[in-house]
T-cell receptor, first 110, second 113 residues
Framework: DAKTTQPPSMDCAEGRAANLPCNHSTISGNEYVYWYRQIHSQGPQYIIH???NNETNEMASLIITEDRKSSTLILPHATLRDTAVYYC???????????FGKGTRLSVIA | NAGVTQTPKFQVLKTGQSMTLQCAQD?????MYWYRQDPGMGLRLIYYSASEGTTDKGEVPNGYNVSRLNKREFSLRLESAAPSQTSVYFCASDLTYSYNEQFFGPGTRLTVL
């Protein structure tokens, strides 16, 4: 059973914020939300993760709803190089390996 | 730092042939992983090594064996390749099994005819 639901594809104009949603309605209290991305033909790249507080790093921001049933990854100023498949993963840190679903294919358009 | 390196980058095998995919990391990470990715699909975990000297099965281990040669190196062996094993294989590592910020190699593209 999939723990997360993501739209299969999204478009975003270059320079605008890209907001990628993820539903994880069955998340449990000790499960984290992880985001990875995979640029064409390359290995996946870690972006960010969080438990319940919003998180920000040099790549992106992660907004987790108060009930933790959904989250949004925000790329504040998308560039063409951000075109990739973005994976939202929910898991208990340290107990199980990462499980990748099909993700969202983000296309940044000039 | 080279990060995670994989060899070879490309390989074509005939059904029944064997081969070993090599992976090495220079980040002093404890945990290493092997994934496969079929066209249009997400990654699936084959085997992982939480620490040197240990290995465990992932989601799709059948048809594969692994060896954690030392802290740096983790190899994946196909004893008798089958067309269903045509895929892109990624190796990854992270600091500890609980860290979950994995660093991935560039992949090996394997075709089994």
């Amino acid at each position: 059973d999939a723990k997360t639901t993501q739209p299969p594809s999204m478009d975003c104009a270059e320079g605008r914020a890209a907001n990628l949603p993820c539903n994880h309605s069955t998340i449990s209290g000790n499960e984290y939300v992880y985001w990875y991305r995979q640029i064409h033909s390359q290995g996946p790249q870690y972006i960010i993760h969080g438990l319940k507080n919003n998180e920000t790093n040099e790549m992106a921001s992660l907004i987790i709803t108060e009930d933790r049933k959904s989250s949004t990854l925000i790329l504040p100023h998308a560039t063409l190089r951000d075109t990739a498949v973005y994976y939202c993963i929910v898991m208990v840190s340290g107990n199980t390996p990462l499980v990748f679903g099909k993700g969202t294919r983000l296309s940044v358009i000039a | 730092n080279a990060g995670v390196t994989q060899t070879p980058k490309f390989q074509v095998l005939k059904t029944g042939q064997s081969m070993t995919l090599q992976c090495a990391q220079d980040m002093n990470h404890n945990s290493m992983y092997w994934y496969r990715q079929d066209p249009g699909m997400g990654l699936r975990l084959i085997y992982y090594s939480a620490s040197e000297g240990t290995t465990d099965k992932g989601e799709v281990p059948n048809g594969y064996n692994v060896s954690r040669l030392n802290k740096r190196e983790f190899s994946l062996r196909l004893e008798s390749a089958a067309p269903s094993q045509t895929s892109v294989y990624f190796c990854a590592s992270d600091l500890t099994y609980s860290y979950n910020e994995q660093f991935f190699g560039p992949g090996t593209r394997l075709t089994v005819l």
